[in-house]
């Protein structure tokens, strides 16, 4: 204890922070980076409210990577958390979870849970941890689309070698949270088993522009014609930029129909262009015109 603060030391001692914790919160600033996730673990497990205050504190300071500060984001904003689950978000922050904390996740009915679980996925090594975790989150019906269709196609297909694909699935499923380094990384696991048609469709489900476009890059050689150009439609022009990319060498008729009345749709400029850099159908349309 000798290298820790004094302010740190009182809010430690449950007897002396009943009588002057308020005062060392009021003062927090002061209390050094290495001792807040210290103080974190001590005050959750004996469910002190200043833990809120504390894990404000640490994401402020940016402490923590951006994935185990989510964790104790949800300390910082909620004053309903069951002790169970406050101890383990704490756990989970400081990569020190284990298998049987994720019971207190499963109990949980809460909006929260999902992403907890996903966030789980994708931060853990442990194997047992990782086991436990996916097994909670695959008895449950997800809002996410993507995560819900990869772990169903987990549980058809490949149930007993799960957690080969864990990791992956929860990056991709918190693709806007994820780097494009991590999103191409979760993708190789997935290279040898893209023919099957049912987990392409699953991947091309993806609601992050990062995850569509990097699906769209990566499997471009296998994603059908006719699932791309319906991508010409859609609203992020980053997933229009990429589908075009992609289909630039496509020279059937009925695809150059549809890219021709694409781009006569098309309404962004910088889209547009794409368009022109790409089809010699376009460029020679717009010789046409002239």
């Given at each position: 204890?000798?290298?820790?603060?004094?302010?740190?030391?009182?809010?430690?001692?449950?007897?002396?922070?009943?009588?002057f914790g308020?005062?060392?919160?009021?003062?927090?600033?002061?209390?050094?980076?290495?001792?807040?996730?210290?103080?974190?673990?001590i005050l959750a497990e004996r469910d002190d409210?200043?833990?809120?205050?504390?894990?404000?504190?640490?994401?402020?300071?940016k402490l923590l990577t951006p994935k185990r500060a989510f964790f104790l984001s949800i300390i910082e904003n909620r004053q309903d958390l069951p002790t169970p689950v406050l101890r383990s978000l704490v756990k989970a922050s400081l990569g020190i979870i284990k298998a049987e904390d994720i019971s207190s996740f499963g109990r949980w009915y809460d909006n929260s849970?999902?992403?907890i679980l996903l966030t789980l996925c994708s931060t853990e090594t442990d194997p047992d941890v990782l086991y436990?975790?996916?097994?909670?989150?695959?008895?449950k019906t997800l809002l996410d689309?993507?995560?819900?269709?990869?772990?169903?196609?987990?549980?058809?297909?490949?149930?007993?070698?799960?957690?080969?694909?864990?990791?992956?699935?929860g990056i991709l499923a918190l693709g806007e949270h994820s780097s494009k380094t991590e999103i191409q990384d979760a993708l190789s696991i997935f290279d040898r088993y893209v023919a099957d048609k049912e987990l392409l469709g699953a991947l091309?489900?993806?609601?992050?522009?990062?995850?569509?476009?990097?699906?769209?890059?990566?499997?471009?050689?296998?994603?059908?014609?006719?699932?791309?150009l319906i991508?010409?439609?859609?609203?992020?022009?980053?997933?229009?930029?990429?589908?075009?990319?992609a289909l630039a060498r496509s020279n059937d008729v009925g695809a150059l129909r549809v890219i021709l009345d694409g781009y006569e749709k098309e309404n962004d400029q910088i889209v547009k262009k794409a368009y022109e850099e790409k089809f010699w159908v376009v460029k020679q349309r717009l010789v046409g015109k002239k």
């Open positions: 204890l000798e290298s820790k603060s004094s302010l740190s030391l009182i809010l430690a001692s449950s007897s002396l922070s009943e009588n308020s005062e060392v919160i009021d003062r927090r600033n002061k209390i050094p980076d290495a001792d807040i996730l210290w103080l974190i673990k409210a200043n833990v809120r205050y504390l894990a404000e504190t640490a994401n402020a300071r849970i999902e992403e436990e975790v996916f097994d909670t989150v695959a008895s689309q993507l995560g819900g269709s990869l772990i169903e196609w987990v549980k058809k297909n490949y149930w007993d070698t799960r957690l080969e694909f864990i990791r992956s699935i091309m489900s993806a609601d992050s522009t990062k995850v569509a476009t990097s699906v769209i890059d990566r499997f471009r050689e296998v994603i059908p014609v006719s699932n791309l991508l010409l439609n859609d609203r992020d022009r980053e997933v229009r930029l990429t589908a075009i990319s």
